[in-house]
């Protein structure tokens, strides 16, 4: 039986056309793999936490085993300009990731989450590459492992774990790709909450 995904964006990034390879390649029928896939567009802050409310009544229905967001922290940086809406910014983004690792243990599914880079002005002189996970400290205490991915020399792409309970911060993963792929060309954090 496959599993179905849900994939909730701010953009339009569906691409059906990248799954298609991914199915061929782990030997999965790919008009199946698309069948179980539900994709939903949030416009505001406000319609992504409400996605994410009727996202929960259908998965009591269903057996869903991975929610894609893609990009969490996206909608409240339109939604929430400036340092006099931080704080407000900070709270709705507590409740929305609230609400996500609630989905999580109630329906013991994965959440995959997307997330932006910004540069850390504080990063110093010495630093090379000062940027920083966007979304502060809420949302780095709700993910569990969040790894870097940016792009190497040539096609190579490299993962840097940036914060995992059971791993040292560290470049850890160095891949690379000759045809089109599944894989990212370009820096972005990405949050990974998981439940068993």
Known sequence: MLYAIISLTPCATSRPDR??????????DAGAVLDNIIYARAYTYEHQYNLLLGLAAKMSEEPFRLLIVDSVIALFRVDFTGRGELAERQQKLAQMLSRLIKIAEEF????????????????GVFVTDPKKPAGGHVLAHAATI???????KGE????KVFDAPNLPEAEAI?????????????E???SIKHSF
Do not use: H
């Open 174 to 186: 160095s891949f690379s790709y000759s045809s089109p792929s599944p894989l990212v060309s370009f």
């Open 146 to 152: 969040r790894l870097m991915f940016r792009k190497g």
């Open 19 to 28: 799954i298609v390879p991914i199915a061929e390649r782990f030997g999965m």
């Open 156 to 159: 190579q792409r490299i993962c």
């Open 188 to 190: 972005l954090i990405t």
């Open 108 to 123: 013991n599914v994965a959440i995959y989450m997307t997330n932006q880079v910004i540069a850390d002005p504080g990063g």
